[in-house]
Nanobody
Framework: QVQLVESGGGLVQAGGSLRLSCAASGRTFSSYAMGWFRQAPGKERDFVAA????????HYADSVKGRFTISRGNAKNTVYLQMNSLKPEDTAVYYC?????????????????WGQGTQVTVSS
């Protein structure tokens, strides 16, 4: 059974940092592209960051560029999202996702597998 499990969320003050992790199991995800999305209450699920299967390509939403960094573990079945200089508007449930395509993808329909989400709350 394919499973993506996020961790690392929590409550942090504005300007602080958090590191989210996503562990994939059930198949080999080393050839999969991975992404992070977020969803605030009453809003749609938005793209945050994506990384290609080889880690050679990464892309970020304009709202997080320069503050967030996506990376993969050596075994490539783990993906991280380092979040620095957090703002209250970053508050959301953060989801990781996996796509069998190898490139970077921006849309939810391009991803086949999703985690259950982890809450990030940034206080002002």
């Amino acid at each position: 059974q394919v499973q993506l499990v996020e961790s690392g969320g929590g409550l942090v003050q504005a300007g602080g940092s958090l590191r989210l992790s996503c562990a994939a199991s059930g198949r080999t995800f080393s050839s999969y592209a991975m992404g992070w999305f977020r969803q605030a209450p009453g809003k749609e699920r938005d793209f945050v960051a994506a990384i290609s299967w080889s880690s050679s390509n990464t892309h970020y939403a304009d709202s997080v560029k320069g503050r967030f960094t996506i990376s993969r573990g050596n075994a490539k079945n783990t993906v991280y999202l380092q979040m620095n200089s957090l703002k209250p508007e970053d508050t959301a449930v953060y989801y990781c996702a996996a796509s069998p395509g190898g490139a970077t993808y921006y849309y939810t329909h391009e991803y086949d597998y999703w985690g259950q989400g982890t809450q990030v709350t940034v206080s002002s």
